[in-house]
Structure formats: structure tokens, C-alpha cells
Antibody, heavy 118, light 107 residues
Framework: EVQLVESGGGLVKPGGSLRLSCAASGFTFTTYSMNWVRQAPGKGLEWISSITSSTYIYYADSVKGRFTISRDNAGNSLYLQMNSLRADDTAVYYC????????????WGQGTLVTVSS | EIVLTQSPGTLSLSPGERATLSCRASQSVNGDYLAWYQQKAGQAPRLLIYGASSRATGIPDRFSGSGSGTDFTLTISRLEPEDCAVYYCQQYGNSRTFGQGTKVEIK
């Protein structure tokens, strides 16, 4: 069974940093592209970043230059380093797996809440 | 960026009724790379449909997707109480963007 478990969320001040983690199990992690998708309170879904199995990386304009996605294939983990955080980064952050060879999301974690507030 | 506009914003129907949800793209979606997700309150999204019309594993056949180009539809043929959720479309033919969602309420 595919499992994605996020951790690392919490309360952080504007301008601060936070690192999110996603522990993956139940599938061959190295062969899948992985993503971060966020959802602000009461709002819709926003894709923010992807990393392929070959470590090609993509970002949404809203986070480019501030967030860094990475992966540890040996440890079956996905990460999101978030710097220069702003109030509008407040959201639940989901780890999501791309379907094999495709770009829709076939598995999701339960999410971790990031709150940016002074 | 391809903008997806979903309508209606909220749909309120009785059990057994048919629900029709629309997703319109600002430009043609390459390869009909359009997915639908269901998100129940307090839960992560769940994949329903991909490739505009293919049901994901384990999804009941009362859910169906159709459309191409710029106009796509998710149909729930006979609503059940557990279908109460927000439904999102997502295009993945040119980067990835989501629609703003349609809330389905069961009377």
C-alpha cells in the first residue's frame, strides 16, 4: 500500500524558514516523480513544485526563488525547504505522487499545516 | 498559464439525482490531460478521473468524465450521501493547474 507521511509543519514568523519532509513507503520511490501541493485555509489546491526521478525540478512562480524541493532516494524521502516565508504561504502542504510516466497525482499524504504569523 | 474555471460553485442535489460539474480551460488542454479529484472535509484529495475519461482504480462507475479541448465534465450518475465533497479539475498538459472547485451538497 502506498503511504506518504508529511511532517515538519508548524508556526513560523514572517521571513522565517521551515523544512517539510515526506516519508514514502509501499512503492519504488526512485522511479516516481514527486510533488508538493498546498491548500490555504478554505481555499483551493495549488501545485507548487515537482521533482522527477532524474531530479529535474520545477516550481510555481509563487514560490520560485524561495522554496527548494529535494529528494533522498536512499531514504525514500521528499523535502521542501521554505525560506522567506510570508503570511500567504499559510496552508496545508501535501506530498503527492505523480502517476507513473504521467503528471496527475495518484496518491496523496494527509498534509502538514504551515502557519506564518507574527 | 492555463486557467481552469469550474461551475457551478455549489451544487445542492438529493440522493439518487444526477450531478453535472463543468471545467472550462482558458486554452486547449494538450492531449486531454485533465484529471478530477474529490476532497471530503478534513481529508486529502483523492484521484477520480484522469485523461479526461479514465476512472482511477477503485472508483465507482457512477463517476464518469468526458470532454476534450477546453470543455470537460464530471458526471455523478446517482448521488449517494458519501459523495458530499469538493471536486477539483486539474490540467497537466502544460505545467499543472487546478480549478477553484465545485462543492456538492446532498439535500
Amino acid at each position: 500500500e502506498v503511504q506518504l507521511v508529511e511532517s515538519g509543519g508548524g508556526l513560523v514568523k514572517p521571513g522565517g524558514s521551515l523544512r517539510l519532509s515526506c516519508a514514502a513507503s509501499g512503492f519504488t520511490f526512485t522511479t516516481y516523480s514527486m510533488n508538493w501541493v498546498r491548500q490555504a485555509p478554505g481555499k483551493g489546491l495549488e501545485w507548487i513544485s515537482s521533482i522527477t526521478s532524474s531530479t529535474y525540478i520545477y516550481y510555481a512562480d509563487s514560490v520560485k526563488g524561495r522554496f527548494t524541493i529535494s529528494r533522498d532516494n536512499a531514504g525514500n524521502s521528499l523535502y521542501l525547504q521554505m525560506n522567506s516565508l510570508r503570511a500567504d504561504d499559510t496552508a496545508v502542504y501535501y506530498c503527492a505522487r505523480d502517476a507513473y510516466g504521467d503528471h496527475f497525482f495518484d496518491s496523496w499524504g494527509q498534509g502538514t499545516l504551515v502557519t506564518v504569523s507574527s | 498559464e492555463i486557467v481552469l474555471t469550474q461551475s457551478p460553485g455549489t451544487l445542492s442535489l438529493s440522493p439518487g439525482e444526477r450531478a453535472t460539474l463543468s471545467c472550462r480551460a482558458s486554452q486547449s488542454v494538450n492531449g486531454d490531460y485533465l484529471a478530477w479529484y474529490q476532497q471530503k472535509a478534513g481529508q486529502a484529495p483523492r484521484l477520480l478521473i484522469y485523461g479526461a475519461s479514465s476512472r482511477a482504480t477503485g472508483i465507482p462507475d457512477r463517476f464518469s468524465g468526458s470532454g476534450s479541448g477546453t470543455d470537460f465534465t464530471l458526471t455523478i450518475s446517482r448521488l449517494e450521501p458519501e459523495d458530499c465533497a469538493v471536486y477539483y479539475c486539474q490540467q497537466y498538459g502544460n505545467s499543472r493547474t487546478f480549478g477553484q472547485g465545485t462543492k456538492v451538497e446532498i439535500k
